[in-house]
């Protein structure tokens, strides 16, 4: 078979790469990031399998290999991959999920407490008082592995109240500081707001208009989740008007680089970083390592 590494994975796989078991398939490693849709065209040409990243796979891509077989996503969500083209053309599709659950709880954590400490307002010439995490209300919405793992860095810090809204509650969590609540409860509620649930055509702008009126004038929403689960139009309206006091995010409609004149860039009452939750050095090797495992069991199976 031939195997086609698309993009770098950004950690060293000469090992995986020099396996036994992909010994007898042909190996087209890339090591420079492409987004130029002809270039991707040209490198999975008539590839077996592809093993990619976070760059878009629509159908006008994957329609032009015919050959094509299974993708390796090396990310935790596939919104960025044609599932429905993949399904109907019977290319299967394994992703990495879980390789950054750490990685962007840590980075939600450090969301909570620089809005605290008014880190975007902070110079070396002012001095601002900020609050301290304790006696807060935070809400949860969603409670998959990171929001169970940000429930675990939140738990050294006293009085807190946490609220979470999922599709279910889970029993097992809760105790008389982390209580499950409806989703307008919880909005309503918390001081701090923070968005963990996938992206899909339920959650598209999952937090719009609506959410937003129902929010404390002082409310802090924070998004390292994807972005278009906060409605774009409504989220500058908000901004706009005060309705919130800020907002801190990760992630966007589009992948960055952003442009200099991307509207977000212009508010003061926002933080944003550029799509680098899942990116620390633990979280790559994680990822190659979950990916090239299910590869392995993938040949394995298809001998």
């Known amino acids: 078979m031939k195997i086609v590494i698309l993009q770098p994975l950004e950690t060293d796989i000469s ?4 396996s036994e078991i992909l010994k007898e398939h042909e190996i087209i490693e890339y090591k420079i990031k492409t987004t ?3 270039e991707i065209i040209k490198r999975i040409d008539d590839a077996d399998i592809v093993v990619s990243d976070n760059t878009p796979l629509n159908e006008d891509i994957l329609s032009s290999n ?3 077989k299974a993708l390796f996503i090396a990310f935790s969500g596939l919104d960025h991959i044609d599932l429905k083209y993949c399904n109907k053309n019977n290319i299967e599709v394994f992703n990495a999920s879980g390789y950054s659950t750490n990685a962007v709880a840590e980075l939600t954590l450090m ?3 620089m809005s605290l400490r008014k880190y ?5 010439k002012n001095k601002l008082m900020g609050r301290e995490l304790t006696n807060l209300n935070i809400g949860l919405i969603g409670m998959g592995n990171i929001a169970k793992e940000v429930l675990l860095l939140l738990k050294p810090f006293n009085n807190l109240k ?8 889970h029993k097992e969590i809760e105790n008389e500081c982390i209580l499950y609540k409806s989703k307008e409860e919880l909005l309503k509620e918390s001081d701090i707001i923070s968005l963990h649930i996938p992206l899909n055509e339920n959650t598209n702008n999952f937090i719009d208009e609506k959410e937003f009126l129902l929010m404390k004038d002082n409310a802090i929403l924070i998004n390292t989740a994807r972005g278009k689960i906060v409605s774009k139009s409504s989220l500058l309206k908000a901004l706009d008007n005060k309705k919130i006091s800020l907002y801190l995010s990760d992630v966007f409609e589009i992948e960055p680089p952003l442009d200099d004149d991307y509207d977000l860039l212009k508010y003061e009452n926002v933080i944003i970083t550029p799509h680098i939750g899942f990116y620390t050095k633990e979280a790559m090797e994680k ?4 990916i090239f495992d299910k590869l392995f069991m993938y040949i394995s199976i298809k001998k």
């Open 66 to 68: 015919k050959n094509l």
């Open 111 to 113: 969301f909570i407490l």
């Open 120 to 124: 975007n307002e902070l110079s070396y």
């Open 36 to 38: 130029s849709k002809d």
């Open 15 to 18: 090992l995986y790469l020099k």
């Open 287 to 290: 990822r190659a390592k979950i």
């Open 162 to 169: 946490i609220f979470y809204y999922s599709l279910s509650p």
